[in-house]
C-alpha cells in the first residue's frame, strides 16, 4: 500500500491549489481596486447630476429620422468594406502565424505585425486616416479595415492551429502537394469558423464605426457627436436609439447564421 505521507503536498491535500488560486484572485482584485482610487462618496453625490443628464436625453427628437439613416447606411457601408478588406488581408498574415503551416522566423514577424495593430487603438487609427484623407467615410473604412486585421488575423490564426492532423497527414501521405493539403485539408474544416468570427467582426465594427465618427470619420458616430456638441441631447438620444435597433437585429442575424454554419 501506497504511504501517502511520501505523496507530494498537492496530492494529500488537493484543495490546497483551489485554495491558492482563489487567495490570488481576490489579492488581484484588491491591488487593482486601489489602483483605481475609487471614490464612493463622490460616486454617490454625483448620482443626481447623472440622473439630470439622463432625463436631458428624453423625449427622443425622431424630426432628425432621415439623417439618422441616412447616417446608419453609412454606417454599415463602412463596416462593410473595412470588413471586407481586413478580412482579405487578414489571411495571408494568419496562415503566416500558425504553427502547424509557417516556419518559426516568419511566425515571429506575423504575430509581431499582429500585436502592432492591436495595440494601436481605433481612435488612433482614425485619426491617422481622417488626416491623410479627411473628413468622411473613407477615412473611417480605412481604419476599420486595419483594425480588423489585429483581431481576424488572430482568429483565423486560431482556427488554422485547430485543424485535425490526422487528416492533414492522411494527405501528405498519398502525396498531395501543399496547395491540395491547404484546400481540401485546411479550408473545409476552417471555412465555418472563420466565416463565424468575419460575422462577429462585422457586427462589432459597426459599433467600432459610430465611435470612429467622433474624430470626424464619418458614419452616425459624426452625427452623435455633432448633436452632443451642440447640446442637442434629444436628437443624439435618437441616433442611439436607431443605432441601438440595428446593432439588436445584425446580432440576431449574425448568431443565427453561424449556428447554421457551425452545423454545417
Known amino acids: 500500500m501506497k ?9 494529500r491535500y488537493p484543495w490546497v491549489i483551489p485554495l491558492i488560486i482563489a487567495i490570488s484572485m481576490i489579492g488581484v482584485y484588491i491591488w487593482a481596486l486601489q489602483g483605481l482610487n475609487v471614490d464612493f462618496k463622490l460616486i454617490k ?13 428624453f423625449p427622443p427628437d425622431f424630426t432628425v429620422m432621415d439623417i439618422a439613416v441616412k447616417a446608419l447606411i453609412e454606417t454599415v457601408q463602412m463596416s462593410v468594406w473595412g470588413t471586407s478588406i481586413g478580412a482579405i488581408l487578414s489571411l495571408p498574415i494568419a496562415v503566416a502565424s500558425a504553427n502547424n503551416l509557417a516556419p518559426l522566423w516568419l511566425r515571429w514577424i506575423a504575430n509581431l505585425l499582429q500585436n502592432a495593430v492591436r495595440s494601436v487603438p481605433s481612435i488612433i487609427l482614425g485619426l491617422i486616416f481622417v488626416a491623410a484623407t479627411g473628413l468622411g467615410a473613407p477615412a473611417g473604412t480605412l481604419a476599420l479595415s486595419i483594425y480588423t486585421i ?35 485539408g485546411i479550408l473545409p474544416q476552417i471555412l465555418p469558423l472563420g466565416l463565424g468570427y468575419t460575422l462577429w467582426m462585422f457586427e462589432y465594427n459597426i459599433r467600432a464605426a459610430s465611435v470612429l465618427g467622433v474624430v470626424g470619420a464619418g458614419g452616425i458616430g459624426f452625427q452623435l457627436k455633432s448633436y452632443i456638441d451642440g447640446f442637442e441631447y434629444t436628437k443624439a438620444t435618437t441616433m442611439m436609439l436607431v443605432l441601438l435597433v440595428v446593432v439588436t437585429f445584425i446580432d440576431w442575424f449574425s448568431s443565427k447564421l453561424r449556428r447554421y454554419l457551425e452545423k454545417m
Open 3 to 11: 504511504n501517502i505521507s511520501n505523496l507530494p503536498i498537492f496530492h
Open 45 to 57: 453625490d454625483s448620482l443626481p447630476f447623472i440622473a439630470d443628464f439622463i432625463s436631458r436625453l
Open 150 to 184: 489585429g483581431y481576424l488575423a488572430k482568429f483565423y490564426q486560431q482556427a488554422m492551429e485547430s485543424v485535425d492532423h490526422r487528416s492533414l497527414e492522411s494527405l501528405q501521405v498519398i502525396g498531395a502537394s501543399k496547395i491540395q493539403i491547404a484546400q481540401y
